[in-house]
């Protein structure tokens, strides 16, 4: 916040609007709750505050077993642009999505199920072949075990872990194998098309962290707040208005 022309009172009901609920807000309802004229300033202010998020959870490696896949989410995009479909569609980025997820099962009965502890949503470079590489590099811790379905773009991750296991992508393994990440990859897309409708493509890596950095901290309660409150003062995303 140093150097900031905004009130540092702003601030805190910014961050405490931001981590009272689970769900998000928008800068024009920000806007309205803070009873401010301007909405870039709010703008600005919400995005610092998302980036600070990113920067704390970037501090702690995902580890043990780990879900990944990929998902594509979409952004705005100019008026006028011809459209691309599938992958290469100028609509849509790729997000490497991965979950620790701890397999149980039930003594009784053996059925087997997954415990899912901690998320983390990378925006990927599509231009670049190695980003995925990139990606498994950052964010895991090397004594992970990986569990992916058999993209092609996955074959070196086996490099960077201790593990990693393969399926074809299919119905059950949706279901079962990489089961959270396609509850974190739905659950995300719900939020951001039913709060912020169109999203640039440059933005999207701090909605992401948003998304994230509350998720992982679901059980927190209100001390989403003091830990909201330490990230931001420990953050060098805040230092400059």
């Given at each position: 916040?140093?150097?900031s022309k905004l009130p540092v009172r702003t601030w805190y009901l910014?961050?405490?609007?931001?981590s009272m609920t689970k769900k998000a807000i928008s800068a024009h309802e920000m806007r309205r709750q803070l009873g401010m004229k301007r909405y870039e300033p709010v703008w600005a202010m919400m995005h610092k505050i998302r980036a600070a998020m990113g920067q704390r959870d970037a501090t702690y490696g995902l580890k043990d077993m780990i879900e990944f896949d990929e998902a594509y989410f979409p952004?705005?995009?100019?008026?006028?642009?011809?459209l691309k479909r599938g992958k290469g569609s100028q609509r849509k980025m790729n997000v490497a999505v991965m979950a620790e997820s701890t397999p149980l099962e039930d003594i009784e009965t053996g059925k087997?199920?997954?415990h899912c502890r901690y998320f983390k949503m990378k925006v990927l470079e599509t231009h670049k072949s190695d980003?995925?590489?990139d990606c498994v590099q950052e964010s895991l811790g090397e004594k992970s075990i990986v569990l992916s379905d058999k993209a092609t773009n996955y074959v070196d991750i086996s490099k960077y872990v201790e593990g990693h296991l393969t399926e074809i992508s299919d119905k059950k393994t949706t279901n079962e194998t990489l089961k959270w990440v396609h509850v974190a990859i739905s659950n995300a897309k719900r939020t951001l098309l039913g709060i912020y409708h169109k999203i640039k493509g440059a933005n999207l890596q701090n909605y992401l962290d948003e998304f994230c950095y509350k998720l992982n901290r679901r059980y927190f309660g209100h001390r989403l707040f003091d830990r909201l409150t330490i990230a931001i003062?420990?953050?060098k995303c805040t230092q400059a208005d």
């Open positions: 916040m140093q150097d910014c961050m405490a609007l931001m952004k705005a995009t100019p008026k006028g642009v011809k087997k199920s997954s980003s995925v590489d003062a420990t953050s």
